[in-house]
């Protein structure tokens, strides 16, 4: 009950190769996965690409009581199977089958026409998954316990990202680039997705009440920033939000159509009965470590007084229109219906949620260092929003693009519809460290920090250890050989000569952490002990 909770983060990255403006991006996207397996078995021969197991999900399950067809759905909310490489005639999948559990897992290994194998979906030695989400290369994150956590392994999965296009490079490839945006400008948007850790006991009717007004107002200070209004950009002005405009309804369980403010999914990947996955789909990709942390942090401290009944009482009159209307000012001067007839600016709306969760920390004395970091950046970051927005700069995503590229404008007297404005644009978003406008900000020093690039490559390769994030990358580190399939769930282990796949349920999001079981791995127990030993203490 603090601004710690157990949060992971996913990104769906942009993907275009220069020379080939034309071709297929789920193909390129299978590439950038590829390319990192092979980077990771060149580092450790004994390291291999671990099957993603589906048998645990549902992702067309209804939080609301009811789950839709498959036939019904969209092929995108089809989460539980490989991408859709096979209908295309570009690769013919293979399948395995465990045992007489009945799980089902994924093939990860596509094979090309001339038998080459390409691995499109892995788990990593961090606790992190790597996968095609159908035309986009996905990094989901390790779960982590604070918001800190959450923002370095999010950092480090930009890091992979780089790494693998490297690798394609070097492979020959042909040169592939990255970009942490949201949107092609050509009527396309692709996710940047939270997951946050809720008791099932809680009404979702509560949730949605209490985080509507939260998510059409929070993008102030966790925009990105996009030139162009408009689902096809078609109007030459800037925004806060890459997202907004793509959101066309307040609940819904749809994903990449209709898009909805609170999603429905209920999928916990963990103890049913307990838990509660929230999934959140309506933030924008950070570049700024600033901006990530107060996205999940504000985040985890609002569903904190949802949990205990202590959220403000507003409600939007026109939530989707709010949060456009919101979007679409970078003064931050409009001000949205509610339903009793106020009207609040988007910095009246959190200093509501501020002073609430203020409030709620101090009645019961929730004083730790992560809460108190969260409350005190999110005191400050309205403060200087509210005075002028133009001095988080060197903190806020959307106000460093839009000093930057209303400077250059300004400069060279260019119009927001010029090609070059839309180029800034791209290039801000950007991977490549000497290219991105964000990155050439970072170096400078225009932008704080929170981590060195040290501390993110240590956590490439490294999962936190205070969830059960550390048993899936510790396994994967010393065992990959043997692990068959995982989850973000389940393990699966197959050792030579025994009788049958041995699966082990972590349903605990907070256990198999260094903690719980680090000695394990600090024996360098031989596999056949290693399982005995797990089962031992399950």
């Keep these: 009950m ?19 403006p034309n071709a297929n991006a789920t193909v390129l996207s299978a590439q950038i996965v590829d390319a990192y397996a092979q980077l990771v078995a060149q580092q450790n021969s004994s390291a291999m690409a671990a099957r993603w197991d589906y048998a645990d999900e549902s992702p067309l399950q209804d939080v609301r009581g009811f789950s839709i067809s498959r036939e019904q759905a969209h092929p995108s909310q089809l989460t539980d199977v490989e991408p859709g490489l ?23 290994l596509y094979q090309e ?12 030695g961090n606790g992190a998954r790597l996968y095609v989400d159908h035309a986009h290369p996905e990094y989901s994150s390790p779960e982590s316990l604070t918001p800190r956590a959450a923002v370095l392994w999010d950092q480090a999965g930009d890091e992979v990202m780089r790494r693998a296009a490297a690798t394609a490079q070097r492979l020959g490839g042909g040169e592939l680039l990255l970009y942490k945006n949201n949107t092609d400008n050509k009527s396309v948007s692709y996710g940047s997705h939270e997951n946050y850790l809720l008791p099932r006991e809680v009404e979702f009717s509560s949730i949605v009440k209490g985080l509507t007004p939260f998510f059409a107002s929070r993008q102030i200070f966790c925009g990105s920033g996009r030139v162009g209004q408009g689902m096809l950009g078609q109007k030459a002005a800037f925004q806060i939000s890459q997202r907004a405009d793509f959101f066309e309804a307040e609940v819904g369980l749809e994903t990449t159509i209709n898009r909805p403010i609170i999603n429905t999914r209920d999928e916990p990947h963990a103890n049913w009965d307990k838990y509660r996955r929230l999934h959140v789909i309506i933030g924008d990709a950070n570049l700024g470590q600033i901006s990530t942390l107060l996205r999940v942090g504000t985040t985890n401290l609002v569903l904190s007084l949802i949990e205990a009944n202590m959220a403000p009482d507003i409600e939007l009159a026109e939530p989707v229109q709010a949060l456009q209307q919101i979007s679409h000012d970078p003064s931050l001067k409009t001000a949205v219906r509610l339903r009793d007839g106020r009207e609040l600016t988007a910095i009246e709306i959190q200093w509501l949620y501020f002073e609430a969760s203020q409030k709620y920390c101090a009645a019961r004395g929730i004083d730790d260092p992560d809460t108190a970091e969260i409350l005190e950046r999110w005191q400050n970051i309205l403060d200087i929003l509210e005075r002028d927005p133009l001095e988080a700069s060197d903190q806020i995503d959307w106000i460093a693009k839009y000093k930057l590229i209303n400077g250059f404008a300004d400069r060279h007297q260019l119009s927001l519809a010029d090609p070059r404005v839309a180029m ?23 932008m704080q920090t929170l981590f060195s690039q040290d501390e993110i490559n240590q956590a490439v390769t490294n999962p936190p250890e205070d969830t059960r994030a550390y048993l899936r990358g510790m396994a ?19 050792v030579p000569g025994a009788r ?23 024996a360098e ?3 056949s002990e290693f399982i005995d030993e797990l089962a031992r203490r399950r």
């Design 2 to 20: 603090s601004a710690r909770r157990l949060v992971g983060l996913e990104t769906e990255y942009g993907i275009i190769r220069p020379q080939m």
């Design 113 to 124: 026409k001339d038998s080459t194998e390409v691995v499109m979906n892995m788990v990593l």
């Design 86 to 108: 096979v209908e295309s005639g570009i690769w013919t999948a293979e399948s395995i089958a465990l045992d007489g559990n009945d799980a089902r897992v994924g093939s990860t």
């Design 500 to 522: 049958q796949i041995s699966r082990f349920h972590m349903a605990e999001p907070l256990g198999g952490t260094r903690k719980s079981v680090g000695d394990l791995f600090d």
């Design 476 to 494: 994967l580190q010393r065992y990959a050989p043997y692990v068959i399939a995982a989850n973000w769930d389940a393990l699966s282990f197959a």
């Design 525 to 527: 127990l031989q596999i």
């Design 424 to 446: 800034m644009d791209l290039q801000w978003a950007d991977l490549r460290t000497e290219k991105g406008l964000y990155y050439r900000l970072a170096a400078r020093g225009a």
